[in-house]
Nanobody, 124 residues
Framework: QVQLVESGGGLVQAGGSLRLSCATS????????MGWFRQAPGKEREFVAG????????NYADYVKGRFTIARDNAKNAVYLQMNNLKPEDTAVYYC?????????????????WGQGTQVTVSS
């Protein structure tokens, strides 16, 4: 069993930065691929970024590539999402997710555990 708790969301002006954190518990964290997803009101949940269990592999959605960076610290059982140059269209609830696989998938259906989400609001 893996439990995930996100933090770090908030209100920021366009062009600003936020760093999201996901604290995890459970013995399988270091063997889990991790992902960040987001869901805006009235829209489906979408993939943002993912990182493999060994940190060697990452992938990003095109709409955040070059602005967001995902990282993990297996010693601290944590995963992070550094978000720079934020845009109003980045406004959403951001979710951390864990998957019992080596490399992160882009489909939310392949993730086994989810956090409760943290709100990110970007004003123009």
């Amino acid at each position: 069993q893996v439990q995930l708790v996100e933090s770090g969301g908030g209100l920021v002006q366009a062009g600003g930065s936020l760093r999201l954190s996901c604290a995890t518990s459970g013995r399988t964290f270091s063997r889990s691929a991790m992902g960040w997803f987001r869901q805006a009101p009235g829209k489906e949940r979408e993939f943002v970024a993912g990182i493999s269990w060994s940190t060697a592999g990452t992938n990003y959605a095109d709409y955040v590539k070059g602005r967001f960076t995902i990282a993990r610290d297996n010693a601290k059982n944590a995963v992070y999402l550094q978000m720079n140059n934020l845009k109003p269209e980045d406004t959403a609830v951001y979710y951390c997710a864990a998957a019992m696989m080596i490399f992160p998938a882009r489909s939310s259906s392949q993730y086994d555990y989810w956090g409760q989400g943290t709100q990110v609001t970007v004003s123009s």
